[in-house]
């Protein structure tokens, strides 16, 4: 590029000296002979012209080039700079689109969890009152089976009273049976002693008459009672046919 400007200065100067020679050819009348030079002298500086001016077309032309590739780079780097941010830009806001999709997804999902958790603790509640309320109406009635235990208790009640009549009555029956059997044992052994019954000269050994305040009893009944009763049943048992 410093080489250029000289050359293109030199190139001025060139231009302006032909420019005052034609000047003065048309201006100045009075140098004719100096018009009549003009035509060697501008053939001369055309030549050098058209001579330095072959001699700088390939240096111009490597800068020609060279200012034009410069300016068609910046240009590019312009449109490129330009592109890249608005593809940034479009990258960016596309990206925090997709960016809200996904959040409005995300929250969306959240929300349908919140409430499928809220409505699945509530029916889980519900299920679980009323599987309560249908034990305690159906499977589990308290009042039911407190009826139930009252009829049980009274109905125990009533065995145990029967049995325990039931029991009264057979002690009573064994005791009363055993007393009977007592009774014959004792009637048994007695029927062998009616020789110690008393008469009516001699008292027996069981009706002394130093011992009538006190006398000898067996089954509520005094002995000689008994030995009497059972004389009584064994003369009658003889006497008969």
């Known amino acids: 590029m410093a080489d250029e400007e000289p050359q293109e200065s030199e190139k001025h100067e060139e231009e302006d000296q032909a420019t005052g020679l034609l000047y003065l050819?048309?201006?100045?009348?009075?140098?004719?002979?100096?018009a009549q030079d003009m035509p060697g002298i501008v053939l001369v500086g055309l030549l050098d012209s058209l001579e330095?001016?072959?001699?700088?077309?390939?240096?111009?032309?490597?800068?020609?080039?060279?200012?034009?590739?410069s300016a068609r780079r910046m240009m590019c780097g312009i449109v490129h700079g330009t592109d890249r941010k608005a593809a940034i830009t479009l990258e960016r806001l596309?990206?925090?689109?997709?960016g809200r999709l996904a959040f409005e997804v995300k929250q969306e999902e959240r929300d349908a969890q919140t409430r499928r958790a809220f409505w699945d603790c509530n029916a889980t509640l519900v299920q679980k009152?009323?599987?309560?309320?249908?034990?305690?109406?159906?499977?589990?009635?308290?009042?039911?089976r407190k009826a139930y235990l009252t009829s049980v208790m009274t109905r125990?009640?009533?065995?145990r009273s029967e049995l325990e009549a039931h029991y009264r009555s057979m002690s009573e029956l064994e005791e009363s049976k055993m007393e009977h059997e007592k009774i014959e044992r004792f009637?048994?052994?007695?029927?062998?002693?009616?020789?110690?019954?008393?008469?009516a000269s001699c008292s027996g050994v069981y009706n002394s008459p130093?011992?009538?305040?006190?006398?000898?009893?067996?089954?509520?009944?005094?002995?000689?009672?008994?030995?009497?009763?059972?004389?009584?049943?064994l003369y009658l048992l003889l006497a008969a046919p």
């Open 210 to 233: 130093y011992n009538l305040s006190n006398p000898q009893t067996a089954f509520g009944l005094p002995i000689e009672s008994h030995l009497r009763n059972v004389a009584k049943v």
């Open 94 to 98: 596309y990206r925090g689109h997709l």
């Open 187 to 199: 009637e048994n052994v007695i029927g062998s002693l009616h020789h110690m019954l008393s008469t």
């Open 129 to 144: 009152l009323w599987r309560g309320f249908h034990s305690r109406k159906h499977a589990h009635n308290f009042y039911l």
């Open 156 to 159: 125990g009640l009533e065995v």
């Open 52 to 69: 330095k001016r072959e001699q700088s077309a390939k240096v111009e032309r490597v800068a020609a080039l060279t200012i034009q590739s």
């Open 25 to 34: 050819l048309h201006r100045n009348e009075s140098s004719f002979r100096f």
